[in-house]
């Protein structure tokens, strides 16, 4: 026990640290009463951190359950305390509302139960977009880069965010690779959304803080947006195709990212993720511009393109941007092309990237073990059956592995299936429950207007439990059930 408090203590400083960067916003546009808030809620972590630190001194090591426990409970932990300067602002209804949105923010899922975002300080607007930044890459991921000395057993907690590719031997190095690519990006992007933003008649500052709120939205896949009418406030093609570019590039695994950075460009073309989520892509983009394309709701095919691909893009990273009102999926879009959208987000982009959903390796690796044993009914019983496939280096496609993604993936579509008929139990059609549930569970943000301040707080915490689940991908979670259960029989 004193080891995870320790541990959890921890990543709450770190939250804490987080919080300077919105604190020194506020403190700049003289928002006093923002600033204010965010103090109170900086003590609250130090206090709750290094108070935990200090009660549960030990010199003990993470064990493999532990960094588990601590990775899933940090994030519970990170959403209750984070949760105070929302609450604090009086934008939210609730606490639990406040415990919504952060969870939304951590998890990169995007939805939001914020009152009057347009008016909302610059610095409560600077602290949603850190957190989905943040969460982006990961909370340990920043407490390991920043907070933690190496120890043979911290790879726990690097896993235990579903994130499992080593760029580098050393998981706190391979930690820290990832903030440098990733501000590599934030450079570049904000930059470029800058420069587009006073190219479309904005006030410098304006341009910039959008600039960068956008670029944190979009590479983590988070979704916020500084405007209630998210990408459609900017009534821009070329922000819609910078904020394109910036959120695929954010939904690719850190792997990809550290083999481009190194010249490995034909990984591009060959890794078996990128082949996966295009064909995904393409085909659900043609059913729902076919589904739409009779119903004359868009004047040219031009128009149609740009809304259902932007649209397809966004719910298939998991990123939630949107150019279309939300409630247009049910009055316009019709089933038929919702239900290529829900399965756009259901299934996600690349795995241990900013995006969630099942994963484009899962579902490549299915489908290629799928395809292996047709092969083997089909061949000769002395024929010898090999399956390969590419991802950063050519792999042989084992049972475990196969039978690990299936496993996963059916976990995710049973997660799916509990939180629509949870919606459906609350009184809501069919289509609009599973549309908001799935997007909640794979962190996607994308909404048909269904979810609203006043949404029932039973279904708003099935929507937080949904997200938490899905961003951690179940073995933290279920790893915390099991030491806890471990724990009441011990007793």
Same mark, same amino acid.
């Given at each position: 026990?004193?080891?995870?408090?320790?541990?959890?203590?921890?990543?709450?400083?770190?939250?804490?640290?987080?919080?300077?960067?919105?604190?020194?916003?506020?403190?700049?546009?003289?928002?006093?009463?923002?600033?204010?808030?965010?103090?109170?809620?900086?003590?609250?972590?130090? =206090?709750?951190?290094?108070?935990?630190? @200090?009660?549960?001194?030990?010199?003990? #090591?993470? /064990?493999?359950? *532990? &960094? !588990?426990?601590?990775?899933?409970?940090?994030?519970?932990?990170?959403?209750?305390?984070?949760?105070?300067?929302?609450?604090?602002?009086?934008?939210?209804?609730?606490?639990?509302?406040?415990?919504?949105?952060?969870?939304?923010?951590?998890?990169?899922?995007?939805?939001?139960?914020?009152?009057?975002?347009?008016?909302?300080?610059?610095?409560?607007?600077?602290?949603?977009?850190?957190?989905?930044?943040?969460?982006?890459?990961?909370?340990?991921?920043?407490?390991?880069?920043?907070?933690?000395?190496?120890?043979?057993?911290?790879?726990?907690?690097?896993?235990?965010?579903?994130?499992?590719?080593?760029?580098?031997?050393?998981?706190?190095?391979?930690?820290?690779?990832?903030?440098?690519?990733?501000?590599?990006?934030?450079?570049?992007?904000? =930059?470029?959304?800058?420069?587009?933003? @006073?190219?479309?008649?904005?006030?410098? #500052?304006? /341009?910039?803080? *959008? &600039? !960068?709120?956008?670029?944190?939205?979009?590479?983590?896949?988070?979704?916020?947006?500084?405007?209630?009418?998210?990408?459609?406030?900017?009534?821009?093609?070329?922000?819609?195709?910078?904020?394109?570019?910036?959120?695929?590039?954010?939904?690719?695994?850190?792997?990809?990212?550290?083999?481009?950075?190194?010249?490995?460009?034909?990984?591009?073309?060959?890794?078996?993720?990128?082949?996966?989520?295009?064909?995904?892509?393409?085909?659900?983009?043609?059913?729902?511009?076919?589904?739409?394309?009779?119903?004359?709701?868009?004047?040219?095919?031009?128009?149609?393109?740009?809304?259902?691909?932007?649209?397809?893009?966004?719910?298939?990273?998991?990123?939630?941007?949107?150019?279309?009102?939300?409630?247009?999926?049910?009055?316009?879009?019709?089933?038929?092309?919702?239900?290529?959208?829900?399965?756009?987000?259901?299934?996600?982009?690349?795995?241990?990237?900013?995006?969630?959903?099942?994963?484009?390796?899962?579902?490549?690796?299915?489908?290629?073990?799928?395809?292996?044993?047709?092969?083997?009914?089909?061949?000769?019983?002395?024929?010898?059956?090999?399956?390969?496939?590419?991802?950063?280096?050519?792999?042989?496609?084992?049972?475990?592995?196969?039978?690990?993604?299936?496993?996963?993936?059916?976990?995710?579509?049973?997660?799916?299936?509990?939180?629509?008929?949870?919606?459906?139990?609350?009184?809501?059609?069919?289509?609009?429950?599973?549309?908001?549930?799935?997007?909640?569970?794979?962190?996607?943000?994308?909404?048909?207007?269904?979810?609203?301040?006043?949404?029932?707080?039973?279904?708003?915490?099935?929507?937080?439990?949904?997200?938490?689940?899905?961003?951690?991908?179940?073995?933290?979670?279920?790893?915390?059930?099991?030491?806890?259960?471990?724990?009441?029989?011990?007793?």
């Amino acid at each position: 026990m004193a080891v995870i408090g320790k541990y959890t203590g921890k990543i709450i400083v770190g939250v804490g640290m987080l919080m300077i960067i919105p604190l020194v916003t506020s403190l700049v546009f003289a928002e006093w009463d923002t600033a204010v808030d965010f103090v109170i809620s900086m003590m609250v972590c130090f =206090v709750f951190g290094f108070g935990t630190q @200090l009660v549960c001194r030990t010199s003990k #090591d993470l /064990a493999w359950s *532990h &960094g !588990l426990v601590v990775a899933s409970g940090s994030w519970i932990w990170a959403t209750l305390i984070g949760c105070m300067p929302h609450y604090l602002s009086s934008h939210e209804g609730s606490y639990l509302d406040s415990m919504f949105d952060v969870m939304s923010g951590y998890t990169t899922t995007g939805m939001y139960l914020l009152q009057d975002l347009d008016h909302v300080s610059n610095g409560l607007n600077m602290w949603r977009h850190v957190l989905t930044y943040a969460g982006g890459q990961g909370i340990v991921v920043i407490a390991l880069t920043f907070l933690f000395k190496g120890t043979g057993a911290i790879y726990q907690l690097y896993a235990g965010e579903g994130k499992e590719e080593r760029l580098l031997p050393n998981v706190i190095n391979t930690a820290r690779a990832i903030w440098v690519m990733s501000l590599g990006w934030l450079i570049a992007g904000w =930059v470029l959304l800058s420069a587009a933003g @006073l190219w479309l008649g904005m006030r410098p #500052d304006r /341009a910039i803080l *959008h &600039g !960068l709120w956008m670029f944190m939205g979009a590479f983590s896949t988070g979704g916020f947006a500084p405007q209630s009418f998210n990408t459609i406030w900017f009534h821009s093609s070329l922000y819609e195709a910078l904020c394109v570019v910036i959120f695929v590039a954010g939904s690719l695994n850190f792997a990809m990212h550290w083999s481009l950075w190194h010249g490995h460009r034909a990984e591009l073309r060959k890794n078996i993720e990128i082949r996966s989520f295009a064909v995904t892509l393409v085909v659900l983009s043609a059913a729902a511009a076919w589904a739409l394309a009779d119903t004359g709701i868009y004047g040219n095919g031009v128009v149609l393109f740009r809304k259902v691909f932007y649209q397809l893009v966004s719910a298939h990273t998991t990123t939630g941007f949107g150019t279309i009102y939300s409630r247009s999926f049910v009055t316009q879009w019709g089933e038929a092309a919702m239900l290529a959208t829900i399965a756009a987000m259901a299934l996600g982009a690349s795995s241990c990237s900013t995006a969630g959903g099942i994963k484009a390796l899962r579902v490549g690796l299915i489908t290629k073990s799928f395809l292996g044993d047709i092969r083997r009914l089909i061949s000769p019983g002395s024929a010898r059956i090999t399956v390969r496939y590419h991802h950063i280096r050519d792999q042989i496609l084992n049972d475990d592995t196969a039978r690990v993604a299936l496993t996963v993936t059916l976990t995710f579509v049973t997660m799916y299936a509990v939180v629509v008929f949870i919606g459906v139990l609350f009184g809501y059609p069919l289509a609009d429950a599973a549309f908001e549930g799935v997007s909640a569970a794979s962190n996607s943000g994308l909404s048909c207007g269904l979810l609203s301040p006043t949404t029932p707080d039973g279904l708003k915490l099935s929507y937080v439990i949904a997200m938490w689940l899905g961003r951690l991908e179940f073995v933290a979670v279920l790893a915390t059930a099991g030491w806890l259960w471990a724990s009441v029989k011990g007793r």
